[in-house]
Nanobody, 129 residues
Framework: QVLLVESGGGSVQAGGSLRLSCVAS????????MAWFRQVPGKEREGLAA???????DYANSVKGRFTISKDNAKNTLYLQMNSLQPDDTAMYYC???????????????????????WGQGTQVTVFS
């Protein structure tokens, strides 16, 4: 069973930065697609960034150039570096995983194509002006 635990959320002033972390069960990052999503109450969940087992990223246009997804396989940890945060970035942020076994999705289509079924509990990010 894959478990995901996010951390790193908090309150930050507009223009500031935060780095979210997601600790996964052992070996998850080397065999699962990983991604970050966010959700505001009353709105649809939004995919932000994904990374394939080889570490290649895929970003939503809304965060491209501001957010960076990365992972440390040795630490079983996925990261999301968020810069130039704005009040519109306020949301609950979730880490997600999906097995890549037998799947050949191009790395730049992971976020749009893969159906992520494993989720963490979320970490709140609040950006104030």
């Amino acid at each position: 069973q894959v478990l995901l635990v996010e951390s790193g959320g908090g309150s930050v002033q507009a223009g500031g930065s935060l780095r979210l972390s997601c600790v996964a069960s052992e070996y998850t990052l080397t065999s699962y697609y990983m991604a970050w999503f966010r959700q505001v109450p009353g709105k649809e969940r939004e995919g932000l960034a994904a990374i394939d087992i080889d570490g290649r990223p895929d970003y939503a246009n809304s965060v491209k150039g501001r957010f960076t997804i990365s992972k440390d396989n040795a630490k079983n940890t996925l990261y999301l570096q968020m810069n130039s945060l704005q009040p519109d970035d306020t949301a609950m942020y979730y880490c997600a995983a999906e097995s890549a076994a037998g799947d050949y999705t191009d790395y730049d289509e992971v976020l749009e194509t893969v159906h992520f079924s494993i989720w963490g509990q979320g970490t709140q990010v609040t950006v104030f002006s």
